[in-house]
């Protein structure tokens, strides 16, 4: 079993910043791929970024490329998503998820968090 707490949300103007924490429990946390996931109200849910168990893979959606870095410490049990040059339409709830594989298929993943709020005003 693995718990996984969001921690790290907030309100920032846009082009401000923030990052967001995923905290791990579990002894084999190290083993999981991570994936960071966000839904706007309204909408469904949306796959952001992913990182493999030992951070050599990650992905992202185009939307945050060269703005968002996800990244992992897994002496922490511990993944970051480092969110730069927000933007209004970031605005969502952000939630972290662990899976096999670092995939963008939210239904891959078999353990999630409770999410935490991220709102950027214009």
């Known amino acids: 079993q693995v718990q996984l707490v969001e921690s790290g949300g907030g309100a920032v103007q846009a082009g401000g910043s923030l990052r967001l924490a995923c905290a791990a429990s579990g002894r084999t946390f190290y083993n999981y791929a991570v994936g960071w996931f966000r839904q706007a109200l309204g909408k469904e849910r949306e796959f952001a970024a992913a990182?493999?168990?030992?951070?050599?893979?990650?992905r992202y959606v185009d939307s945050v490329k060269g703005r968002f870095i996800i990244s992992r410490d897994n002496v922490e049990n511990t993944v970051y998503l480092q969110m730069n040059s927000l933007k209004p339409e970031d605005t969502a709830v952000y939630y972290c998820a662990a899976g096999d594989i670092p995939v963008t298929e939210p239904t891959e993943y078999d353990y999630w968090g409770q999410g935490t709020q991220v709102t950027v005003s214009s």
């Open positions: 990182i493999n168990w030992d951070g050599s893979s990650r």
